[in-house]
T-cell receptor, first 114, second 115 residues
């Protein structure tokens, strides 16, 4: 069975600084996807970034980028130039190819301080 | 606008009183699923449906039922709610697994409290 671990329950960062959220996962699968979701106080689940396991290049979306280390089963999220609107719970998630089932970590609550 | 709509968004009920949380999507997605979110546990899958009349258990199905009579709707039924079903519930949908590169569309969540 796959598992996803987020070892940082809470983090804090100053506005305009850079922060990295950690995520590790365990799987015997070779073909899968990894995701970071953002959940602001509105509770909406917002997809931040997606990584296909077969792609060696790290995904980037504007200020958000990942460090995907397949051999180490690590998938960290870097947020550059942090903004107050980045304050949210962040979930790392795993999906085995062709299943649509997301396995979530327990989340990291990020607070961006002015 | 493409969306997944859940109702009710908030509900307080009492133990044993049957309730249904509705979920509807307008994107012609084959796949639909329910998750519950609890502090310290993340989101866990309750049930999913690959298409009309095809449903299966997720990781935490106890105490829940679902049905998929129409492609757009996937209601979650709590026949006899108990306090341990107090949670935040999300419905999600997507195209058939393998048809895309991986994204679920989530509803806005339904906060359920069982007293």
């Amino acid at each position: 069975a796959q598992t996803v671990t987020q070892s940082q329950p809470e983090m804090s960062v100053q506005e305009a600084e850079t922060v990295t959220l950690s995520c590790t996962y365990d799987t015997s699968e070779n073909n899968y996807y990894l995701f970071w979701y953002k959940q602001p106080p509105s509770r909406q689940m917002i997809l931040v970034i997606r990584q296909e396991a077969y792609k060696q290049q790290n995904a980037t979306e504007n200020r958000f980028s990942v460090n995907f280390q397949k051999a180490a089963k690590s998938f960290s999220l870097k947020i550059s130039d942090s903004q107050l609107g980045d304050t949210a719970m962040y979930f790392c998630a795993f999906m085995k190819h062709a299943t649509n089932k997301l396995i979530f970590g327990t989340g990291t609550l990020l607070a961006v301080q002015p | 606008e493409a969306q997944v709509t859940q109702n009710p968004r908030y509900l307080i009920t009492v133990t044993g009183k049957k309730l249904t949380v509705t979920c509807s999507q307008n994107m012609n997605h084959e796949y639909m699923s329910w998750y519950r979110q609890d502090p310290g546990l993340g989101l866990r899958q309750i049930y999913y449906s690959m298409n009309v009349e095809v449903t299966d258990k997720g990781d935490v199905p106890e105490g829940y039922k679902v049905s998929r009579k129409e492609k757009r709707n996937f209601p979650l039924i709590l026949e006899s709610p108990s306090p341990n079903q107090t949670s935040l519930y999300f419905c999600a949908s997507s195209f058939t697994p393998g048809r895309y590169t991986g994204e679920l569309f989530f509803g806005e969540g339904s906060r359920l409290t069982v007293l």
